[in-house]
């Protein structure tokens, strides 16, 4: 009988969020990797406004970019996360994170409409940096698999909560409440990139 994919996927879960105690070889207070690169983008507000400014700026431009904003950026994350496993240089990385912050709320400020492709390049580079952040944070003794999956997760997660909250330009209101979102995001990126440069 083949199983279920909802079997397979809740088995998946299950090994996925186990105790260390059920691992072998564990190692005294070894967290475990998925969790620990789930917790990791929602532990700095850095990486939470540009994340959660995507789904935003990507619910103010529709379909398709509405699905198209949120698949690029943890698609472009992976492969920084990787660079940021092997060790491959990427200078500037925490400015360029700061910078995000700022760009990504100027747009959902000013309901900035390029082309998708624009839109989608711009989303890339900075979804490039915040992967290559958190792959070279990658913590002792972790599994860079599971890590990753966390990492990506999470960060589709705040997308979705920025889409959930973009919904809201549909009414009057809900745009002039997303603008006030779009600027609390680029004081937040002006924060960290003063920060960044001092």
Known sequence: MKPSPALLVA????????????CAHVVKGEAI?????FLHPVSGADHVIAMV???????????PAIWALPVTFPLVMA???????????LPASELAIALSGVCLGAVVLTQFRPPL??????????????????GAELP?????????????????????????????????????F?????????????????????
């Not at 492969?79 to 240089?89: D, K």
């Open 11 to 22: 088995a998946m879960l299950a090994v996925a969020f186990a105790p260390d105690a059920v």
């Open 33 to 37: 990797g998925f969790v620990s690169g």
């Open 53 to 63: 400014a995507v789904g935003l700026w990507g619910a103010q431009l529709e379909s």
């Open 79 to 89: 492969f920084g996360g990787l660079l940021g496993l092997v060790g491959v240089p």
């Open 117 to 134: 492709w624009v839109a989608a390049l711009l989303v890339g580079t900075f979804g490039l940096f915040h992967g290559y952040a958190h």
């Open 140 to 176: 002792a003794a972790q599994n860079a698999i599971l890590y990753s999956l966390g990492f990506v997760l999470a960060t589709g997660l705040l997308h979705a909560a920025g889409i959930a909250i973009g919904a809201l330009h549909r009414w009057t209101w809900g745009r002039n």
């Open 178 to 198: 997303m603008r006030v979102a779009g600027a609390l995001v680029m004081g937040g990126g002006l924060y960290f990139l003063w920060g960044a440069l001092t």
